[in-house]
């Protein structure tokens, strides 16, 4: 018998002992959905555990679990932060659904510690860098005007800075705005903030759930390259009609939810405004900045097996200065979901999206008015497939249709002298298919490993420009000036301009030395289709989105990072820190004097350039006891470089490296929370942060009787550092406890000690001494508040 047949025998018996083994040993599943008792409404991220053999798996985002083990008799635990958990002995000798309607947890003053926390770290996932806030949490910190805030809540995570107060958006390891997907209800949202950032859009009251992936970003997703932000609403309740919202000082909120067929179907209804610039006029300001929002859903049970939503949101912007100047922006976005269980161990979600962006502006003065918007149509449809209790899988496709507005110029009145005008409309499609697996290859080391395949094709448009050698900017070697080219060539109705095709891969692992402590590592790669143009560190409503194309490449990003979890004192504290390290291609700049603004050939006001972001990161928290909360950590570093194309060009900072505007050097964030009594709660967090890169005046030259000031290279000096402290206490008087309605008083202090942060330092001359001097501009000094929230 010769060596190949000696292999194929010994090939076939480990494939017949494999089988065999499978076959002896029988393996059922176990699944169903996880609700709250008083509601119906389906929990995210509930531990199915069963202790004895230390396995178990988490209800995913609609509530539904499935895991499939041995034949045997087992103790199930069912268990979530704020409710009373269930344990119930099985005998699993056959696929079984077994549905759960968790109690909420009664408030004990001396209660110690809910056995599984969703926000604490899950040793044994190779999930890493992510943060996970609940809407409890996110109530329990104390921000401006005293109303409760999504946005300003993650900033106190580790990574995650922004430009300062009056600044919307946020920015996650070292990233611009524009590299976050921020997904409600799995829409897409393009701008987080009200009132240029004092709010969020995301209404507390109608939020279920929020996730914040900083790495290890799993295939699911993609889009963008820094960060995503996914956040559900609730469903409605289905038993019983319930209402809540709260009144303050600047703005108020209410919504209200119940059933449309008992334990069938629901509805919820969510509304915020402002109204501060009501009383404006008693002071003879005829200023005006509001804002107001809707959250609406539907959700409808057809049996076991199926579930629709509609859900809804609309928000609108409004900031006017004397009637002469109006800027109005905001999104509206809906989303139709079907979710479809094809057996108990495939879970199905098919969804149909809209999202618009509108942003535009009334220049009375001017005599015109500005519009501009993004509108996209998004088709989901996605799988979670529960193979074995060792493996689970997703896949998926997306596909997301684009239009772009660049804008509309449209006179206001016959005197104007405007001429109407309308920039030329961009059209892209970006399709993405999907893999993934989590994989438990022993009780220690678990992989998460998958790949996103995405497709971008700049759609044809009614004109387009093309250029002498493909060039839209030209160098002026003589002045050592980049300008924008001349059009070579005016293309009508063309076709398809450009096509982009990107592998994403995507890995992370978790081993675990025991039951408390793991090593973490991920790398991913993602690619960013989108740009955001724009000469400010904050996003404006005059700030440009544009597609890829011929002569704007994608952003990809190459992110690697290790971790270090452990929980203390069996859970009572966590303690993770991880290093990070980001590449990045693609990355656009603005030439020095850009115009942006109405430009019909945006390609000629950029530069390509290429960004690294490195750090390491450290979260404390304190999770169980009348004190809770935690103390974060960033010491990172944001920079670009953005060389010549040939030799002879200078490129941007004569192509040497520079600090992004999101480059800070240190953050430093604490948030507390302590339970004094079931009256009185006291709340208060801390933030300090570098200050922002920015560019001052380096000296000053005379010409022709005229000062001319001089600068250094891009981003070179900094604002001074920000840092605030926030107070707030709740006082829930005790004789709500029997009412039909109970409220609570919430006071906050914003920036306790009035510390007056640079949100930008100007220069000028001094008329009287004729000396140059530096004046800041700050945005809030100390600012208390006080609201009051209600529930019936």
Request: glycine letters at 8%; zero cysteines; aromatic letters at 14%.
């Amino acid at each position: 018998m010769n060596k190949n047949n000696l292999l194929k025998y010994y090939y076939s018996f480990i494939f017949i002992l494999l089988v065999g083994n499978l076959w002896a040993q029988k393996n059922y599943t176990l699944s169903g959905t996880v609700t709250a008792e008083n509601s119906n409404e389906t929990l995210i991220g509930v531990n199915v555990l069963f202790p004895e053999i230390n396995k178990g798996t988490v209800t995913n985002e609609y509530g539904f679990y499935s895991i499939t083990l041995p034949e045997g008799s087992y103790n199930l635990q069912i268990s979530i932060l704020g409710y009373n958990s269930i344990q119930k002995k099985i005998a699993l000798n056959s696929d079984q659904r077994l549905d759960f309607s968790l109690e909420e947890a009664t408030e004990m003053l001396d209660e110690v510690l809910i056995e599984e926390d969703v926000e604490e770290l899950n040793i044994r996932k190779p999930q890493m860098s992510v943060n996970t806030l609940t809407a409890e949490t996110i109530k329990q910190i104390p921000v401006v005007f005293g109303e409760a805030d999504v946005i300003k809540s993650i900033l106190l995570l580790p990574g995650v800075t922004s430009a300062g107060e009056g600044a919307s958006g946020f920015n996650v390891r070292g990233g611009a705005v524009d590299q976050n997907l921020i997904l409600l209800d799995e829409a897409i949202i393009f701008n987080s903030s009200h009132l240029f950032g004092f709010f969020s859009v995301f209404n507390p009251d109608a939020i279920k759930d929020l996730k914040l992936y900083k790495g290890g970003i799993p295939a699911r997703y993609g889009g963008r390259v820094a960060s995503v932000l996914d956040i559900y609403q609730k469903e409605g309740n289905s038993k019983e009609f319930h209402a809540n919202g709260g009144i303050g000082a600047i703005a108020s909120r209410l919504l209200v939810e119940g059933p449309i067929v008992k334990n069938e179907s629901a509805f919820l209804v969510g509304g915020r405004a402002s109204y501060v610039h009501l009383f404006l006029p008693l002071f003879d300001i005829d200023n005006k900045a509001y804002f107001y929002d809707l959250n609406a859903k539907l959700n409808y049970r057809l049996g076991d097996k199926n579930s629709l939503f509609l859900s809804g949101y609309f928000g609108r912007d409004l900031f006017s200065v004397n009637e002469s100047f109006v800027n109005t922006y905001g999104n509206a976005t809906i989303n139709l979901r079907w979710n479809h269980l094809f057996s108990d161990k495939l879970f199905s979600n098919l969804s149909l999206i809209y999202s618009d962006y509108y942003y535009g502006l009334l220049l009375d003065f001017v005599g015109f008015k500005y519009d501009s918007g993004i509108r996209n149509f998004n088709l989901k449809y996605d799988f979670q497939h529960y193979i074995s209790q060792n493996l689970k899988m997703g896949y998926g496709i997306n596909n997301i249709y684009y239009r772009f507005n660049p804008a509309t110029i449209i006179p206001n009145r016959p005197d104007s002298g405007i001429l109407p005008s309308q920039l030329t409309h961009k059209y892209a499609n970006e399709f993405s298919a999907y893999i993934e697996a989590e994989h438990d290859l022993s009780d220690a080391l678990t992989l998460r490993y998958g790949f996103r395949l995405s497709h971008f094709t700049r759609l044809g448009q009614d004109r387009f420009f093309r250029y002498a050698d493909d060039q839209p900017l030209i160098f002026d070697d003589n002045l050592k000036i980049y300008q924008p080219a001349t059009p070579s060539e005016t293309q009508l109705n063309t076709g398809t301009l450009a096509q982009f095709t990107n592998l994403e891969p995507r890995f992370s692992l978790s081993w675990a030395l025991n039951s408390k402590t793991s090593f973490k590592a991920s790398y991913n790669r993602m690619a960013q289709y989108l740009h955001l143009i724009s000469n400010t560190n904050s996003p404006t409503p005059l700030d440009v989105y544009t597609p890829s194309g011929p002569y704007v490449k994608p952003q990809l990003l190459d992110q690697y990072a290790i971790g270090f979890f452990k929980k203390i004192k069996d859970g009572a504290f966590s303690f993770e820190t991880e290093a990070f390290y980001k590449d990045i291609q693609n990355r656009l700049d603005y030439r020095n004097g850009a115009q942006l603004i109405a430009n019909d050939a945006i390609e000629g006001e950029v530069l390509s350039g290429i960004g690294r972001a490195y750090g390491l990161e450290f979260l404390l928290k304190k999770n169980d006891g009348r004190l809770n909360g935690w103390l974060a950590y960033t010491l990172s570093r944001s920079e670009q470089q953005t060389p010549g194309r040939t030799p002879e060009e200078i490129g941007i900072n004569n192509g040497n490296w520079y600090a992004s505007a999101y480059d800070k050097t240190h953050d430093i964030s604490a948030n507390a929370y302590y339970k004094l009594s079931n009256k009185w709660s006291f709340g208060a967090n801390f933030v300090f942060q570098t200050g922002q890169p920015t560019n001052y005046p380096v000296s000053q030259s005379l010409f022709q009787g005229l000062a001319i000031s001089n600068y250094s290279g891009r981003n070179e000096q900094r604002l001074p550092a920000y840092h605030r402290l926030d107070l707030s206490a709740t006082l829930t008087p005790k004789n709500t406890a029997n009412r039909k309605i109970k409220g609570e008083w919430v006071f906050s202090i914003y920036n306790a000690y009035n510390r007056m942060n640079a949100a930008s330092v100007n220069f000028r001359t001094n008329e009287d001494t004729g000396q140059n001097e530096a004046i800041k501009t700050s945005i809030f000094g100390i600012l208390p508040s006080v609201t009051y929230n209600f529930k019936l």
